[in-house]
């Protein structure tokens, strides 16, 4: 876990590099905004990535992070657990470690074959090996593993919310925007009512506001903004 270094007032805030629409930015994003702490937002395009961000990060995907003390955390869900090292006013974190490792379990089979499966779903034109519905198959063997989860309980480790849900609904967010279509008449209400819950929230319409492209030589905006809007 990361200390949760306490930054003096007059201290730089950390900078956070970040996409708007980047599944994995949104959720260092939201962790961000329930941790109570406040960045410095580089919101900037994929397409013109800025020369500061990959010299921090060379492998210049986002998010990325700079702490004021220098370090750098270019993963999106070490700067989850940064964040709510510093505050987890909402208990994303539970302090069970049954609970724990079922947690980070399930993270894991979403960046791991689910990212897989949803990227070959919605970019299957680079991916000839295999039709579209192949590989939607092959990821709907993780929306099954949700929706039996969702079946008996409201959310996906517990009867609260917990850091799965907030790491993982990004991705299921994407899955079903690739053919919303198909996602709406699928065999999974209790994904569709959770996933709903999540996107209808105060919490992920600040996270996703369209706020303006930072450009180099400017100081970015405080992240979230002073009254939550």
Known sequence: MFEPSKYPEESPLPVLYSFRRCPYAIRARMAIVSSGITVELRDILLKDKPRDMVEASPKATVPVLKRPDGKVID????????ALEHGDPEGWLPNDSSLEKDIFSLIAENDGPFKSSLDRYKYHVR????????????????????EQRLHTQPY????????ADMAIFPFIRQFAN??????????????RRWLDERLMSRQFRNVMKKREIWKEGTTGMPFPEADGS
């Open 75 to 82: 993963e999106s869900l070490d700067i989850m657990l940064w």
């Open 127 to 146: 991916f000839p090996e295999k039709s579209r519905e192949e590989y939607r198959k092959s990821g709907e063997m993780f929306l099954e593993t949700l």
């Open 156 to 163: 996906l480790v517990t009867d609260r919310l917990t850091l």
């Open 178 to 191: 690739s053919d919303i279509g198909w996602f709406e008449e699928a065999p999974y209400p209790n994904l």
